[in-house]
Nanobody, 126 residues
Framework: QVQLLESGGGTVQTGGSLRLSCAAS????????MAWFRQAPGNQRELVAA????????YAAFVNDRFIISKGDNAKNTVYLQMNSLKPEDTAVYYC???????????????????WGQGTQVTVSS
């Protein structure tokens, strides 16, 4: 089993920044890609960014170079999402996810991920 624990959410003004953290624990041997998804009220859950074991990255189009996904230097079981130039439309619950199938175009699909965190709220005020 794998446990994912997110932190770092909160409320910021438009144009502000937040850094989300996801700490993975448990049996991490088979973990392939890790990702951040988000879900706003009334919307489907959508990919924000994903990163492979080797550091390959994929971003949603709406990120538009504002966010960076990365792994901890000394703790590869930690994944970060640095979010800059935040907009009100970025308001959502952000979830960390992990999968075991490995890197592929399917990493954009939430059904590919077996493990999920509890989510952290990000609110951007105008």
């Amino acid at each position: 089993q794998v446990q994912l624990l997110e932190s770092g959410g909160g409320t910021v003004q438009t144009g502000g920044s937040l850094r989300l953290s996801c700490a993975a624990s448990g049996n991490l041997v088979g973990i392939g890609a890790m990702a951040w998804f988000r879900q706003a009220p009334g919307n489907q859950r959508e990919l924000v960014a994903a990163i492979s074991r080797q550091g390959l990255r994929q971003y949603a189009a709406f990120v538009n170079d504002r966010f960076i996904i990365s792994k901890g230097d000394n703790a590869k079981n930690t994944v970060y999402l640095q979010m800059n130039s935040l907009k009100p439309e970025d308001t959502a619950v952000y979830y960390c996810a992990a999968e075991t199938a490995g890197w592929s175009p399917r990493v954009a699909n939430d059904y590919e991920y077996e493990y999920w965190g509890q989510g952290t709220q990000v609110t951007v005020s105008s």
